[in-house]
Structures are given as structure tokens and as C-alpha cells.
């Protein structure tokens, strides 16, 4: 039984460590307003996995389990990500679409209170870049 909770905390430091990668990552793209599409996405993923930090902290094993498995194919085109209703994602995948939504979140309220204090419509403008 302790080796499973040892294995669930190892999982859940190697999660963190991958999200607080693929923000770093997705973060530098979002303050220049680069729209996450498909082909953006393979490549926050490729870049937060190849990680030399990450693959030095992380066993070979525990490495493997953030690898997107074969059978789950994406669009690798410039369309801008759309998910749907799944919730079937793989991590990196998962992390940076939260980073984005989080982004689209801010600006909104950011949009909502310059509104609200000089009582003017402001353009729309989402993370995603729609």
C-alpha cells in the first residue's frame, strides 16, 4: 500500500511539474496574442515533453504515462482548437487549453471593468483568437 501512495504522489509532482512547463510555454504565446490552434498545440506539447528539466526529474516510466498515445490522433493544421464536449485530452494538451481559457477569462473581466469605469462597449477579443 505505501508504494501506491508513493507512486500517486510521484504522478501527481511529475503533473504539476508538466503544468507549471506548459504554462511557462503556452504564456509566452498568449501575451503576444498568438491564437492556440492545432499545429500551436502539437508544439507546446512537443516542447513541454522534450523538456530537459522535466526528463531529469522524472523516472523513464513516469515520463511515459504524459505521452500521448498513438491511437489518439489531432489536427495538426492552423485551425484554432476545438475540443468540443471531450474531455478526453492528453495532459500537455489539457494544461494549455486551461492556460488559454484562464487568458480568455482575464481578458474578459479586464474587458468588464474598463467598461464598467469609463462606461464604453470594448472590442471583443478572445485567447483563442476568435
Do not use: C
Not at 507549471?20 to 508544439?43: D, E, N, Q, S
Not at 522524472?58 to 495538426?76: C, K, N, T
Amino acid at each position: 500500500m505505501e508504494e501506491q501512495k508513493l507512486a500517486a504522489l510521484r504522478f501527481q509532482a511529475a503533473a504539476r511539474d508538466l503544468e507549471h512547463i506548459v504554462r511557462h510555454i503556452a504564456a509566452r504565446y498568449i501575451v503576444h496574442g498568438v491564437p492556440l490552434t492545432w499545429r500551436l498545440l502539437h508544439a507546446i506539447e512537443a516542447e513541454a515533453l522534450a523538456d530537459l528539466g522535466f526528463a531529469s526529474r522524472h523516472d523513464p516510466i513516469m515520463l511515459s504515462l504524459f505521452q500521448r498515445p498513438a491511437g489518439m490522433a489531432y489536427p495538426e493544421t492552423d485551425d484554432v482548437v476545438d475540443f468540443g464536449q471531450s474531455n478526453a485530452l492528453p495532459a500537455a494538451f489539457g494544461f494549455a487549453v486551461a492556460v488559454y481559457e484562464e487568458a480568455q477569462r482575464d481578458a474578459q473581466e479586464k474587458r468588464s471593468s474598463k467598461r464598467d469605469t469609463a462606461g464604453g462597449g470594448a472590442r471583443r477579443e478572445t485567447a483563442w483568437g476568435g
